[in-house]
Each structure stands twice: as structure tokens, then as C-alpha cells.
């Protein structure tokens, strides 16, 4: 009677063991899942005074790179929102995280034909 009990605990413990070893496996593919989505870096290339794509949809929290791939130097700037860059050399890059949401037109200063727009949700 005694060892019946002692079988049943053990069963029980065991049974304990795994749903709390199944919850900290999930919960690490959780983590790993919420990392990739902080590390989002989209990229923007300018390239034959052109930004490339010139509308990107992302999330709030994502960051957008824009690679300098012409021969001409460029800006990113919006007047009313936060993107500055300084003058963008020929093979420079620079990069923008978006912590609001929000429609986000940008142009060239040196070539003020150049448009596109970043939409954050
Ligand atoms: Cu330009």
C-alpha cells in the first residue's frame, strides 16, 4: 500500500517535471521569436537618384537602412518628421529606427525629384 503511494508520487512529480520543462521551451522560442523581431532592419538602396523601393510598409520598432549604392552623393530628409541624415556619400549608409507610427514622407535636398515614403504601423 505504502510503495503504491511512493509509485504515485513519483508518476506525479514526473508529470510535474515535464509541463514545467515543456512552459521554459516555449518560452525560449518566445524569446528567440521577439529577438528577430527587434533586430528588423529593412533596406532602402538609392540607387540612379532613386530610393529603391520608394514606399516600405514596417512596424514600430523596426529600423530602416538606406545603402547609398550611386555614383552621386544623397540626403534623406522630411521636413516634419525625423529622418536628417547628413550628405549620404557613394557607398555610405545610414539608418533610421521608427518609434512612432505614423506615414513618413522623405526626399533628396540635393535632388528634391527624389520622393518615398516609410508607413509605420
Ligand atoms: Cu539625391
Known sequence: MKRGIII??????GVIFIGYAAT???FTGNQILSIEKINSVY???IENSMYVPNELNIKVGETVEWKNLDSLRHTVTSNDAPLNSAVINPGENYSFTFE????YDYY???HQYMRGKI???
Open 43 to 45: 533596406s532602402v538602396k
Open 119 to 121: 508607413i509605420v504601423k
Open 24 to 26: 521554459k521551451v516555449r
Open 100 to 103: 512612432k507610427e505614423g506615414e
Open 8 to 13: 504515485w508520487a513519483l508518476i506525479i512529480l
Open 108 to 110: 533628396c535636398m540635393l
